[in-house]
């Protein structure tokens, strides 16, 4: 047992690494999933501003309009071209052409939540910063030498690194704390998006616990019942 737990310990700061934990620059996205107006405001955003290159292929519109109580007309505003509410969410893009025009074909995002982070996700909506030596003019803190173009920009603003190592933009149609809250519903309908079952699984997770709980205090006292004559 001992060595057991000594080589969990010693896997810790590596499964830290692989999280991006001691990545400096991802700060807490502080999202809520019970907030379903965020998540509605970040189904849209994502459909207006990302869908264009990435798809959510293991997610379809009907499940995001059950889910988060949308009416038909508001799942209908999130379609792409002549798709149905029961399809996957596939980009407008194509493979050949993201992988022409971007290097590599753009990466689905049904799961980066899961795979990165929800804190990795917001953080990286709001590090991009002018690089004039990248092919698209920006550059991440959070993902250097990134391949993307800042599809947010227009909202931010253009987006200056200053000496001290912090991002200031200006010219953006939106104030900085109204960028903040856009990406943090971009964040947390992606997190949604991740696996759309957590709220419900943490509920009946609950509901498991305190059944067990009570089944042990059942089974502890049949057991000492049972053993009374023995001891």
């Not at 947010?152 to 253009?158: P, V």
């Not at 089944?215 to 053993?227: G, R, T």
Request: contains cysteine; hydrophobic residues 40%.
């Amino acid at each position: 047992m001992k060595k057991f737990i000594c080589v969990l310990m010693a896997c810790l700061p590596a499964l830290t690494f692989a999280a991006g934990g001691n990545n400096e620059h991802v700060v807490s996205a502080n999202i809520d999933l019970t907030d379903t107006d965020s998540l509605k405001r970040g189904a849209k955003a994502f459909m207006q501003n990302c869908s264009g290159c990435h798809s959510l292929q293991y997610q379809r519109y009907g499940r995001i309009g059950d889910d988060l109580g949308m009416t038909p007309e508001e799942v209908s505003e999130l379609i792409i071209g002549d798709a149905k509410p029961g399809e996957l969410i596939k980009s407008a893009m194509s493979l050949e052409n993201g992988a022409t025009w971007f290097g590599a074909p753009p990466p689905d995002l049904t799961l980066e939540a899961r795979l990165k982070s929800p804190d990795w996700i917001y953080s990286y909506l709001k590090s991009f910063y002018v690089d004039e030596s990248r092919p698209f003019g920006v550059n991440n803190l959070v993902f250097p030498a990134v391949g993307m173009p800042h599809v947010l920009e227009g909202l931010q603003g253009t987006p200056v690194r200053q000496e001290d190592g912090t991002i200031v933009a200006t010219g953006g149609s939106l104030t900085a704390e109204e960028y903040d809250q856009y990406i943090r519903d971009i964040t947390g309908f992606l997190a949604y998006t991740g696996e759309p079952i957590k709220l419900e699984r943490e509920r009946i997770g609950k509901w498991a616990i305190g059944f067990l709980v009570i089944f042990f205090i059942i089974a502890f006292f049949l057991k000492k019942e049972y053993w009374r004559d023995v001891h």
